[in-house]
Structures are given as C-alpha cells and as structure tokens.
C-alpha cells in the first residue's frame, strides 16, 4: 500500500461548482498534511496546511482531515479556470523531516 | 519572499557523463531536498539534507549523490548518468511550519 495515495483523475468540474479532491494515508504517525497546487511547467506551490481534525478554511479552500479514517481533502468552492492545475496533497510523519507526496489529482475546471 | 534557484531549467546529457545540478535558496534554511518528478510516479525523495556537509538518503538514492558545503547551496550529483535518470529535478528548501519552496526545476535528458 502506497504511504498517500490520491486519484489521478483527471477530474473536470464546471466553472462555479465545488471541486473536491480526496487523499488517503497509511502512516497513523502521520501528524501535518499539505495541498501543493502544480501548475503545468511549474513548480509545486502550497496553498494549505492542516494539523488537526476537523476543517479548516482560506477564501474558496477548505481542508479537512479525518485521522480516525486516514484521509485528507480539498474543496474548492466557485472553483475558476485558473484553480485547473495538479494538486499533490503531502503528509509529514512524527519524527521525521521529510515530505511524502501522493502522485497527484490533475484538476480541469470547464468554462 | 524565498528565492530557491536552480542553476539550469533545461540540460541534455549523454550517457555516461558526470552531471552537477546546483540549487541556491537565500533564507538561510536548515533543510533542503532534492526530488525528482516523472509521470505517473509524482514526486519522488531523492535525497535531503538538514545542515551543512549532513545529508541523509531519500527514496531513491541509487545513482545519486549530494554535496552541501554551504548552508545555501545544495548539488546533486549523477556520478554516470543513465537514461532512466531522464527527468524533471526540483530543489526545494524547507521552512517555518514544515513549508517547502521549490526551485522552478531543471529538465535533465539524458541520451
């Protein structure tokens, strides 16, 4: 079992509906998650950071996590032409210093 | 804002050859990473470092290896590249509340 796993997608929601982007973990010691939005050509950009349970909320971004049943998740609400890009979520585990990334939901939001 | 800069965005090698790709950030960050990204396989460790001349092996080390001299500057070394290490690398240094601020990468192909 992969340590992050994420649907690849691609994913297409019309422009002003909700996108909603899952991700689900193995590691119980997993302690901060992370939301990178990758334009294509570009390079990874985080957006959002979550902790603890519950939701948390920037603009049109809410994350939510649910450690009991290991997953994390994105909306984008009205979402735009310009949120369609790869979002990779990422998780940091207790005690260590680096990033595991998931391979990423390719975002296509349809004028 | 964090400027993390990587010395070329596109490099063609042949194989067999000794390749430096060079990353500088300039906010004095104990951490920085080396990834490398490939469809399908999303972002991969390959190694990392948490202070100078200390570096620690990522997921994929094999074929790798790093130096770190400076606290600013991270190198990647592919000792005899292969075609299999055709790929895009991102640099990336990490800071307050575990943020990773990538470098806008470097296209390597190896032929």
């Known amino acids: 079992q992969k340590e992050v796993e994420q649907n690849s997608g691609p994913l297409s929601v019309p422009e002003g509906a909700i996108a909603s982007l899952n991700c689900t973990y193995s590691?119980?010691?997993?302690?901060?998650f992370f939301w990178y939005r990758q334009y294509s050509g570009k390079s990874p950009e985080l957006i959002m950071s979550?902790?603890?349970?519950g939701d948390k909320e920037d603009g049109r971004f809410t994350a939510q996590l649910n450690k009991a049943s290991q997953y994390v998740s994105l909306l984008i609400r009205d979402s735009q032409p310009s949120d369609s890009a790869t979002y990779l979520c990422?998780?940091?585990?207790?005690?260590?210093?680096?990033?595991?990334f998931g391979t990423g939901t390719r975002l296509t939001i349809i004028p | 804002d964090v400027k993390v800069t990587q010395s070329s965005r596109y490099l063609v090698k042949r194989t067999g050859e000794k390749v430096f790709l060079e990353c500088v950030q300039d906010?004095?960050?104990?951490?920085m990473f080396w990834y490398r990204q490939d469809p399908g396989l999303g972002l991969r460790l390959i190694y990392f470092?948490?202070?100078?001349?200390?570096?620690e092996k990522g997921d994929i080390p094999e074929g790798y290896s790093v130096s770190r001299e400076k606290k600013e500057r991270f190198s990647l070394i592919l000792e005899s590249a292969s075609t299999n290490q055709t790929s895009m690398y991102l640099c990336?240094?990490?800071?307050?509340?575990?943020?990773?601020?990538f470098g806008s990468g470097t296209q390597l192909s190896v032929l």
């Open positions: 990422a998780i940091l585990i207790f005690g260590n210093e680096k990033l595991t």
């Open positions: 470092s948490y202070d100078v001349k200390m570096k």
């Open positions: 590691d119980r010691g997993s302690q901060s």
């Open positions: 979550i902790y603890s349970n």
């Open positions: 990336a240094s990490k800071g307050a509340f575990e943020k990773l601020f």
């Open positions: 906010m004095d960050h104990e951490n």
